[in-house]
């Protein structure tokens, strides 16, 4: 096997196809079909960014000046939704107006209800590489 750096340079990596999911029947286009939502992948350190962004200082209980960190699950969640989806643009004004928001991850949380929610942000995660549950379940059996 030789150790050619070429695989590696930009050029020469496979390029990421922008993945599509419906999470919700209630937006139908004009075909009566649900409309299908776009989702990019984002770097890791993009990734990074927003999980940094979603941690906060906690003050432990019962230890005087002490301090934990915790990560907000649902800001992070949404804000790594909002980052990924390339359609609907959820950076458009008038659409977050009509919504009431002016967030773009106030605005997918806004969008879609409690379950939608949940099955957006796993095709999210599955989109920019993260296993799906049950994948982890059966790789933990063997």
């Known amino acids: 096997m030789s150790k050619s750096l070429s695989a590696f340079m930009r050029p020469n990596v496979a390029e990421i196809k922008n993945a599509s999911f419906a999470p919700s029947p ?10 299908e939502w776009e989702i ?3 770097s890791a350190d ?3 960014k927003i999980r940094s962004s979603c941690i906060r200082q906690v003050p432990v209980i019962g230890k005087k000046g002490q301090y934990t960190q ?3 699950t649902y800001a992070f969640q949404a804000k790594v939704a909002a980052a990924c989806t390339v359609f ?8 977050q107006d ?9 605005l997918v949380g806004a969008m879609l209800i409690g379950g939608e929610f949940d ?11 993260f296993k799906a549950e ?7 059996k063997n």
């Open 40 to 42: 990019r992948c984002i």
């Open 70 to 72: 915790q990560l907000d």
């Open 134 to 140: 049950d994948e982890l379940v059966d790789e933990a």
């Open 88 to 95: 609907p643009d959820l950076k458009d004004a008038a659409l």
């Open 119 to 129: 099955d957006y942000i796993t095709a999210v995660f599955e989109t920019n590489g």
């Open 46 to 48: 993009e990734y990074a």
């Open 26 to 35: 209630r937006f139908v286009g004009e075909d009566g079909k649900p409309v």
């Open 98 to 106: 009509s919504w009431g928001v002016t967030k773009p991850e106030d």
